[in-house]
C-alpha cells in the first residue's frame, strides 16, 4: 500500500501524521507515572504483531492526519517561527541571483537583461506562473523543482506535528498530575528538539525552494532563446542557399505589333 504513494505524499504526509498520531494515542493511554517512552512503543509493537491489521489504521490514521496538517497554509508556519512574519516569496532572494547574474554574465552566458525587474515586489500569481512555465516547458526541471517543494511541504509538516506533540506532553502530565513523567517528558523534549530544528530552518528551505525555481526558470528561458536564435539562423542559412543555387526562369515577351510575314501574307 506505501509503494502507491507518490513520493512527495510520502515525505510531506506520513512522517508528521505519524508522529501526531504517536504522541496522541501514547498521551491517551499512558499507564502510570513511571512509563517510559521505550516501554510504550515496546508495548505497541507487540500489539501491532499480534494484529497486523493495526498497520493499516496506522498508516490510514497517519495519512489522514498528514493530509490535515498539509491543507494549512504552509505561511502560517512563517508566522509560528521567528521573526514572526511571512516574508513569501523572498523578493530579495530573486534580486540578489538577478545581481549576481549581472555581475557574471559572462560566465552564465545569458542576457539577463532581458528579464524585468521585480523591484522588491513579486507576486505569488507570477510566482506560480514560473512554475506553470517550467511544468510546461521542461518537466525534468519540474520534478527536480519538485523535490525542493516536498521538502518545503516536510518541514511545514514537521513544524506543526512538534507543536502538537507539545501539545500531547501537556496532556499527559495533566492526565498523570506530574511533571515528572518520563513519557510526558520524553514526548515533549523530542517535540521541543523538532520545533527547533524544522521550524527554525524553515525558511532557509523555503529561500531555496524560491532560488531553485527562479534560476530553473532563467534557464528555460535561455534554451528557448538559444533555440530560436539557431532555428532562425539555420532559416536565413537555408534561404540564403536557395537564392544562390536557383536558377532564374527566363523571361520571354510578346510583340503587341503583328510580324513582318503576317503583313505580308495579307
Known amino acids: 500500500m506505501v509503494s502507491q504513494f507518490p513520493r512527495s505524499e510520502f515525505l510531506s504526509v506520513l512522517p508528521p501524521g505519524l508522529f501526531v498520531l504517536t504522541a496522541a494515542f501514547a498521551a491517551a493511554n499512558v499507564q502510570s507515572s513511571q512509563q517510559t517512552l521505550w516501554a510504550f512503543l515496546s508495548n505497541f509493537a507487540v500489539q501491532i504483531q499480534n494484529a497486523p491489521l493495526l498497520l493499516l489504521f ?86 527536480y523543482y519538485q523535490t525542493f ?29 506530574t511533571v515528572s513523567s518520563p513519557l510526558a517528558l520524553a514526548i515533549f523534549l523530542l517535540s521541543a528538539m523538532m520545533l527547533v530544528a524544522f521550524g527554525l530552518n524553515f525558511r532557509r528551505v523555503r529561500r531555496q525552494e524560491v532560488r531553485v525555481l527562479f534560476m530553473l526558470y532563467v534557464a528555460t528561458n ?27 526562369k527566363r523571361k520571354t515577351f510578346k510583340s503587341s505589333e503583328p510580324s513582318e510575314t503576317s503583313s505580308s501574307i495579307t
Open 58 to 143: 496506522l498508516l490510514l490514521g497517519s495519512y489522514l492526519l498528514g493530509s490535515v496538517l498539509r491543507a494549512l497554509p504552509v505561511n502560517w508556519v512563517e508566522r509560528l517561527v521567528p521573526p514572526f512574519g511571512v516574508q513569501f516569496p523572498y523578493p530579495t532572494v530573486i534580486e540578489d541571483v538577478l545581481k549576481t547574474f549581472l555581475q557574471n554574465q559572462s560566465l552564465t552566458g545569458h542576457d539577463v537583461t532581458s528579464i524585468p525587474s521585480i523591484n522588491g515586489q513579486l507576486p505569488m500569481h507570477v510566482f506560480n506562473f514560473w512554475k506553470d512555465v517550467l511544468c510546461v516547458s521542461s518537466p525534468g526541471a519540474f520534478e
Open 222 to 248: 535561455h534554451l528557448v532563446q538559444s533555440h530560436e536564435r539557431r532555428y532562425a539562423k539555420r532559416h536565413r542559412n537555408m534561404k540564403h542557399f536557395r537564392g544562390f543555387h536557383s536558377v532564374p
Open 149 to 177: 517543494e516536498t521538502r518545503v511541504r516536510l518541514f511545514a509538516g514537521l513544524t506543526w506535528a512538534s507543536s502538537v506533540g507539545v501539545l500531547c506532553a501537556g496532556v499527559a502530565a495533566v492526565r498523570l498530575e
